[in-house]
């Protein structure tokens, strides 16, 4: 079974600065999806962004980027220049490239986020 | 922007009560699941569902949980016995298609059992 962790429970930044939200995996799968969702107190999750395995480049979303290690199992967010908005809680999650393993996602743990001014 | 939305958002019952979870996903959409998050710990995957019947689910799932597309619209969870362990916030989402389609929360329903 796939598990993923995200270490820091609580992180912050300060207004237009650069904070990097950790996210570890672990998968004997060659074929699989990261995301990263955000979590705002509205509670509705939004995709931020999403990795797949089989791609080399990093994905980037304006301000958001990730930093994908396949062999490290490692895949952490960057947000630059952070806003007030982009407070909230975000969550690391996997999902199998194959059908047969279906298309639930695993989640981490979560980083709540504070963005101070 | 289309969204799946969610009723009630906050839903107290004593235990041992029969709740149904109430969901709209997003119209075009075939895909459709639930998830739940006990307070403080990971959010967990239920069970998945398409063309009327479950494609997929997790040991949680078990058969006091069921789940039903009553019409074109609505998408239920049904938890037939509460049980205090079942407190928790309840997300439905919805996808297009299956594979490398994005899956599209709610805002989650509160369940509360007492």
């Known amino acids: 079974a796939q598990t993923v962790t995200q270490s820091q429970p609580e992180m912050s ?91 639930r996602l695993t989640f981490g743990e979560g980083t709540q986020l504070t963005v101070n001014p | 922007e289309p969204e799946v939305t969610q ?14 979870l109430r969901c709209v996903p997003i119209s075009n959409h075939l895909y459709f699941y639930w998830y739940r998050q006990i307070l403080g710990q990971k959010v967990e995957f239920l069970v998945s569902f398409y063309n009327n019947e479950i494609s997929e689910k997790s040991e949680i799932f078990d058969d006091q949980f069921s789940v039903e597309r009553p019409d074109g619209s609505n998408f239920t969870l049904k938890i037939r ?15 297009e298609g299956d594979g490398t389609y994005e899956q599209y929360f709610g805002p989650g329903t509160r369940l509360t059992v007492t």
């Not at chain 1, 480049?57 to 952490?76: H, Y």
């Not at chain 1, 909230?88 to 298309?103: D, K, N, P, Q, V």
């Not at chain 2, 009723?7 to 149904?20: D, K, L, R």
Request: aromatic residues 14%; hydrophobic residues 30%; charged residues 20%.
């Open chain 2, 81 to 95: 016995s509460t049980k205090l362990e079942d407190s928790a916030m309840y997300f439905c989402a919805s996808s």
């Open chain 2, 7 to 20: 009723t009630p958002s906050h839903q107290v019952t004593q235990m041992g009560q029969e709740v149904i």
């Open chain 1, 13 to 103: 930044v300060q207004e237009a600065e650069t904070v990097t939200l950790s996210c570890t995996y672990d998968t004997s799968e060659s074929d699989y999806y990261l995301f990263w969702y955000k979590q705002p107190p509205s509670r509705q999750m939004i995709l931020v962004i999403r990795q797949e395995a089989y791609k080399q480049q990093n994905a980037t979303e304006n301000r958001f980027s990730v930093n994908f290690q396949k062999a490290a199992k490692s895949f952490s967010l960057k947000i630059s220049d952070s806003q007030l908005g982009d407070a909230a809680m975000y969550f690391c999650a996997y999902r199998s490239g194959y059908e047969t393993s279906g298309s």
